[in-house]
């Protein structure tokens, strides 16, 4: 779907999962949210955080699982994804701190691997993910699924490509400062999610849209893997679009 800009776009993602959250709710059931970082999600979370405080939605039912975090990295720090989703969304909502789930980058090494495997069936045994919202990295990464991530992985630690290096760089002070490594949920993860949204605004992430929507589906650019989920929407703006 594609919309002139994506103020219009994030408001009506906001608004599907407002409403799914309500209905969940009205059959008191919890709803398993699959949460993003980065910058494009940031408008989709001020809206719910706009419809907590004016409209009275709660995140009372919700159970959140983020999509990755650096590693290592510390929750307190401010480039944290723990820190992100605090300052956007978890602070201004009534989610309840048991109910939020974000990869942990202080695991030690030997707890890392059973560390994943516990994320992974956490989300199982509460019955799987709701609803899962996607940024896209220039590199067609998911969460932090690089190119050569398989269809089937799951929650893991994975080596962060160099050209998502460069692009978190910025926000590091520098490349050098960007951890080489990161804990993501696995392709097999977000696939297994009832309804994935993908947003995709401006001209960078053009060609890496075009790949992803219509080239064909390959582990080099792990996006393409959702051509073959049964309910995943696109979301674009017009600069995103402008390849296909
Ligand atoms: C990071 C995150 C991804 C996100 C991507 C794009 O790599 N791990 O989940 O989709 O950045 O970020 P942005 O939305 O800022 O373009």
Redesign the pocket.
């Given at each position: 779907v594609i919309f002139e800009s994506s103020h219009k776009a994030s408001i009506l993602v906001a608004q599907e999962i407002a409403n799914l959250i309500r209905e969940k709710s009205a059959l008191n059931k919890l709803c398993l949210l699959g949460l993003?970082?980065?910058?494009?999600?940031?408008k989709v979370y001020e809206e719910l955080v706009r419809m907590h405080k004016e409209e009275g939605l709660s995140f009372a039912n919700v159970v959140s699982f983020n999509?990755?975090e650096y590693l290592p990295m510390d929750r307190n720090n401010i480039q944290s994804?723990f820190y992100f989703m605090h300052e956007h969304l978890f602070n201004h909502v009534d989610i309840l701190p048991e109910n939020i789930n974000i990869p942990d980058g202080k695991v030690s090494a030997e707890d890392l691997y059973q560390y994943c495997i516990d994320y992974e069936m956490k989300i199982k045994t509460l019955g799987g993910l709701d609803f899962q919202l996607?940024?896209?990295?220039?590199t067609g990464?998911?969460?932090?699924n690089e190119p050569g991530s398989h269809f089937n992985s799951g929650t893991r630690s994975i080596t962060?490509d160099h050209i998502?290096r460069i692009?978190?760089a910025p926000a590091f002070l520098g490349i050098d400062n960007v951890p080489r490594k990161?804990i993501?949920m696995g392709i097999g993860t977000v696939m297994s999610a009832k309804r994935i949204v993908l947003?995709g605004?401006?001209i960078?992430?053009a060609k890496i849209l075009k790949k992803t929507i219509e080239g064909k589906i390959t582990s080099q650019v792990p996006a393409t893997y959702l051509q073959e989920h049964n309910n995943t929407t696109f979301v674009l703006d017009s600069d995103a679009s402008s390849e296909l």
């Amino acid at each position: 779907v594609i919309f002139e800009s994506s103020h219009k776009a994030s408001i009506l993602v906001a608004q599907e999962i407002a409403n799914l959250i309500r209905e969940k709710s009205a059959l008191n059931k919890l709803c398993l949210l699959g949460l993003a970082t980065g910058s494009s999600p940031v408008k989709v979370y001020e809206e719910l955080v706009r419809m907590h405080k004016e409209e009275g939605l709660s995140f009372a039912n919700v159970v959140s699982f983020n999509l990755d975090e650096y590693l290592p990295m510390d929750r307190n720090n401010i480039q944290s994804y723990f820190y992100f989703m605090h300052e956007h969304l978890f602070n201004h909502v009534d989610i309840l701190p048991e109910n939020i789930n974000i990869p942990d980058g202080k695991v030690s090494a030997e707890d890392l691997y059973q560390y994943c495997i516990d994320y992974e069936m956490k989300i199982k045994t509460l019955g799987g993910l709701d609803f899962q919202l996607l940024g896209i990295g220039r590199t067609g990464h998911i969460g932090f699924n690089e190119p050569g991530s398989h269809f089937n992985s799951g929650t893991r630690s994975i080596t962060l490509d160099h050209i998502t290096r460069i692009d978190a760089a910025p926000a590091f002070l520098g490349i050098d400062n960007v951890p080489r490594k990161a804990i993501t949920m696995g392709i097999g993860t977000v696939m297994s999610a009832k309804r994935i949204v993908l947003l995709g605004w401006g001209i960078s992430k053009a060609k890496i849209l075009k790949k992803t929507i219509e080239g064909k589906i390959t582990s080099q650019v792990p996006a393409t893997y959702l051509q073959e989920h049964n309910n995943t929407t696109f979301v674009l703006d017009s600069d995103a679009s402008s390849e296909l």
